[in-house]
Structure formats: structure tokens, C-alpha cells
């Protein structure tokens, strides 16, 4: 049998072969501006934040937290140095607002300590913590490659080493916080099977990684 060929120019057959060539090569899958206007970026960053606590037990919902990743660093594209430090710091305070806020229970209920004061505490707990991804922002955004770099080395690279790189040093900084681990959220799902050989640190570079890699397919053909 003759291998199949294109359809023989001039037919009708050949224009709509070619009209759906120039369409696909053309097509964005998703296509944003950037950067985003900075009320819906703040609004997307926080949410972000506290969408990656469904990830995590009781919820167990571990594909959220590579969507959530994936929407933060959208967040971040074309923004600049300080607008990237706000929307991290907005991703930490949706994250830890959401993830941590039964602490004034255990404050007040459990340490005796007066509804006002466990609240001001938990409130000024939320708000440090955070920095650590208003740090995460800025790196991101500043280490990323110049405009006409490849396009897979901000997402593929540089997401996953900076979130990686901070969770390990808010595990051990000023005693540690390591709570939220972006690994500890996937034990039952299947990155979790990469934690006997990568640890907890690992499998949060997996998920980043495959954040980045998602954005990165949902971008093709865009910038």
C-alpha cells in the first residue's frame, strides 16, 4: 500500500488541509496578558495560597496544590521585582491563613492566652511566614531568563529549585516551620511513591516541576 499523502494542491480537500495547518501553528491554548493587572493578580496569588491547602490532609486533594503552582506562576510572569514580592507574600498569607489559623484555638483554648492576644499572635505568625514566598516571588521572577531564552527553563528550572530550596530553609530557620510542605500534601497520591527515594523535599520538587510543566503545556505556542 502507498504511504498516505497530502491532498493534491488546487482541491478543496488541499485549502482545508492548509486552513488547519496555519490554525494550529497560530493557536495559544492560553493566552493572558502579561503582566496581569495587579487586582487580579493579588486576587489569583492569594487564591492560589489557599487552594494548595486542600492538598493536604483531611482534604487530600494533591492535584490542587500543581494547578495552584501553576496559576502562581502565571501570577508572576511579566511582573516586576517588587509587585512579584507582594504577590508571593499574598500566595504565603492565603496558605498559611488558611492552613494554620486553628493556632489561636490552641493558643487561647489549650495555653490560657486571652482571645485577643492568640489572635494578634496568629495574625503576626501568618504574616512572617508568608515572606518566605515573597521571597519565592522575587527569585522567581529574578533569576528567570531574558526574553528569548528557552522558554522551559523558568518554569521547569527555576520554579521548582527556589520553592524547593525555601521550604528547606523554613524547615530548619530560626528553629523551623515545616509545616505545609508542598511534599507532605502528596503521601497518597502518586508522587508520593517518589518519597523512600527523594524524601519529602523530592517529591515537592516533583510537584513544582510538574506545575511548571503544566503551565508550560498550557502555554504552547504562546510565549
Do not use: K
Not at 188 to 193: E, I, Q, R, S, T
Amino acid at each position: 500500500m502507498a504511504p498516505p499523502t497530502h491532498p493534491a494542491p488546487g482541491s478543496r480537500l488541499a485549502r482545508a488541509w492548509q486552513a488547519l495547518s496555519h490554525s494550529l501553528s497560530h493557536s495559544v491554548p492560553w493566552s493572558l496578558p502579561e503582566p496581569l493587572a495587579l487586582p487580579l493578580a493579588a486576587l489569583l496569588a492569594a487564591t492560589a495560597g489557599a487552594a494548595t491547602v486542600l492538598s493536604f490532609a483531611p482534604f487530600g486533594l494533591a492535584p490542587v496544590s500543581v494547578l495552584a503552582l501553576a496559576v502562581f506562576y502565571q501570577v508572576l510572569r511579566g511582573q516586576g521585582p517588587r509587585t512579584a514580592l507582594l504577590l508571593g507574600w499574598l500566595f504565603g498569607l492565603g496558605l498559611f491563613g488558611c492552613g494554620v489559623f486553628w493556632i489561636r484555638i490552641s493558643l487561647n483554648e489549650f495555653g490560657n492566652l486571652p482571645a485577643p492576644a492568640a489572635n494578634i499572635l496568629m495574625v503576626l505568625l501568618v504574616a512572617l511566614l508568608a515572606l518566605f514566598y515573597a521571597l519565592a516571588g522575587w527569585l522567581i521572577r529574578w533569576l528567570e531568563p531574558p526574553a528569548g531564552r528557552p522558554s522551559w527553563v523558568g518554569p521547569l528550572l527555576v520554579l521548582p529549585g527556589v520553592w524547593v530550596l525555601l521550604e528547606w530553609v523554613r524547615g530548619w530557620l530560626f528553629t523551623g516551620f515545616p509545616w505545609l510542605i508542598l511534599g507532605t500534601g502528596q503521601v497518597a497520591a502518586p508522587l508520593g511513591g517518589l518519597a523512600p527515594g527523594l524524601g519529602v523535599f523530592g517529591v515537592g520538587l516533583a510537584v513544582a516541576a510538574s506545575a511548571g510543566l503544566l503551565w508550560r503545556l498550557a502555554r504552547w505556542g504562546g510565549r
